[in-house]
Nanobody, 118 residues
Framework: QVQLVESGGGLVQPGGSLRLSCAAS????????MGWYRQAPGKQRELVAT???????NYADSVKGRFTISRDNAKNTVYLQMNSLSPEDTANYYC????????????WGQGIQVTVSS
């Protein structure tokens, strides 16, 4: 059974930083596009960032210049470095794995809470 396990969330003050990690198991990690999504209370889940199997990255406009997504294929792990956090970044953050080739399987982690508050 595929597992995506997020870690690194928590409470941080405005302007602070956090690094999220997502460890994947039972998938051929290197052929998956990995991504981070978030969902705030009362809002739809939205894309934060993705990184392809060739490490091409894509970011939501709201996080460009503040967040950095990276991957370590040797550790089957994707990271999200979040800097200059603001209360608007408060949400549940979800790890996503999308296979780059058929079959286009997609998996989600259970989510991890990030709260930005003073």
């Amino acid at each position: 059974q595929v597992q995506l396990v997020e870690s690194g969330g928590g409470l941080v003050q405005p302007g602070g930083s956090l690094r999220l990690s997502c460890a994947a198991s039972r998938i051929s990690f290197s052929i998956y596009t990995m991504g981070w999504y978030r969902q705030a209370p009362g809002k739809q889940r939205e894309l934060v960032a993705t990184i392809s199997e060739s490490s091409v990255t894509n970011y939501a406009d709201s996080v460009k210049g503040r967040f950095t997504i990276s991957r370590d294929n040797a550790k089957n792990t994707v990271y999200l470095q979040m800097n200059s956090l603001s209360p608007e970044d408060t949400a549940n953050y979800y790890c996503n794995a999308k296979r780059s080739y058929f079959p286009l399987n997609t998996y989600w982690g259970q989510g991890i809470q990030v709260t930005v508050s003073s």
